[in-house]
């Protein structure tokens, strides 16, 4: 059983910053691509950022230069740091994990979600 667990949400003033974290526990083979997606009231889940295994990274346009991913393989831990943040950032935040729990099954786990609010 593979469990992810979220840390990290808050409320902040526009402008400010807040750094989430994400890790996974249990029966772990290896772990392939990390990520973070949101989902605002009313609206569908989307995707915020993903960092594979070999450390690429890619971003949606509306984060682009704001928010930075990282991974810590050794602590099966995902990051987003997000800078300059906006009241449009307003969302549950859930990170993504694709892993293996044997050298034949990959899938894909989601943690609990986090809330992120911005406003002032």
């Known amino acids: 059983q593979v469990q992810l667990v979220e840390s990290g949400g808050n409320s902040v003033l526009p402008g400010g910053s807040l750094r989430l974290s994400c890790s996974a526990s249990?029966?772990?083979?290896?772990?392939?691509?990390m990520g973070w997606h949101r989902q605002a009231p009313g609206k569908q889940r989307e995707l915020v950022a993903t960092?594979?295994?070999?450390?690429?990274?890619n971003y949606a346009d509306s984060v682009k230069g704001r928010f930075s991913i990282s991974r810590d393989n050794i602590k099966s831990t995902v990051y987003l740091q997000m800078n300059a943040l906006k009241p449009e950032d307003t969302a549950v935040y859930y990170c993504?994990?694709?892993?293996?729990?044997?050298?034949?099954?990959?899938?894909?786990?989601w943690g609990q979600g986090t809330q992120v609010t911005v406003s002032s």
């Open positions: 993504n994990f694709r892993l293996r729990t044997t050298r034949w099954e990959e899938r894909s786990y």
């Open positions: 249990g029966s772990i083979f290896s772990i392939n691509s």
């Open positions: 960092i594979a295994s070999n450390g690429s990274t």
